[in-house]
């Protein structure tokens, strides 16, 4: 006679290539019957030696490789690598240079989130939640493009400064373009939260407490999702210091839901982030390329809060115009010990919602 109270378990191969996700991670997925065990992530799929590279590049031109780290968090990068390398150099930026790099930097943000709502609307197959989603991420690109002249890669930030400047007007203009998309982006995150279609797939999965993402030091929206009251800006580091408050966004149930509420507020956060800097921006002038000669073993190092999360650089001279070492620890890094957390117990269906809401970037996290 058969015993039915064995169970069957196996080992299922999640990516690199998968309709729901967009970039090449690999989980192998120890499953009981249709209940994930245990995932056990695989990377070294695409390296392309990043780091490497800051032997054959002076520190001007690998500003442009290290903004290519990640599209999606290209101004981030650039950002962080800039200001590591003054913070090596002892340069002190103008603060219209702060704030232009702070108004961006938060662009990125929008951008990312309004991103990632679409992917995660197209997960569970909301086709116009989807194209309502990136149609309003296609407002974010087309200032970019107005402002900067790349819609994704921008290169506008340099070490010492910026290589050109944002008008007052096109400032103004950004602020009346997001003040013409908050209703439409009301309406939309009206859906994602309020919808019962929405709820049902995002409700009570992949639950993490508060203890558990201390524990597993998770960082971004992943985090604060949970509980967690940690968000880089808080400290007030560049024109950041200059708002009149800045709270983070904390949610406290940990699920998929949260993750998405978290998110959502934190576009309407960075609409108001904006409107503040540009009506403050200083008029001191956006800095210049300098002559770049750290000492030998001087170093650098700063940590920003990207779309994904805390996100840390670290630069060292040699006494050359090349560095020693560049070295980025990302938030996807940071957040897969939590993701293979998230993913235990829960139904393969929802292997791939779970994946999504850590919003991963496998580009940031293999360089």
Partial sequence: MADNSIKKISIVPFGPQHPVLPEPLHLDLVIEDDRVIEAIPQIGFVH????????KRDMHQFGYIAERICGICAVGHSYGYASACERMLDIEVPGRVQYIRTILHELSRIHSHLLWLGLLADAFGFEALFYRSWTLREQILKIFESTCGGRVILS??????LKHDIEDSEL??????????RPDYEALVHTFLDDNSCGERLHGVGVISKKEALELSMV????????????????????????????PIVATDGDCYARCQVRCAEVTQAMDIIKELVGKIPHDGIGGRTKLTPADGARGEVVIEQPRGEAYYYVRGNGTKNLDRF???????????GLTHALQGVLLAN???IILTIDPCISCTER
Avoid: C, H
């Fill in 48 to 55: 392309r030696g990043l780091e490497k590279l800051t032997e």
């Fill in 156 to 161: 506008i930030n340099e070490i010492g400064g």
């Fill in 172 to 181: 103004a203009g950004i602020v009346q373009t997001l003040d013409a998309m």
């Fill in 220 to 247: 971004g929206p992943f985090g604060r999702a949970s509980g967690v009251d940690y968000d880089v800006r808080m400290f007030g580091d560049g024109a950041y210091a200059d708002l009149a408050a800045f709270e």
């Fill in 327 to 337: 070295r980025v620890r990302t938030p996807t890094s940071q957040n897969l010990a």
């Fill in 351 to 353: 292997v791939p919602m």
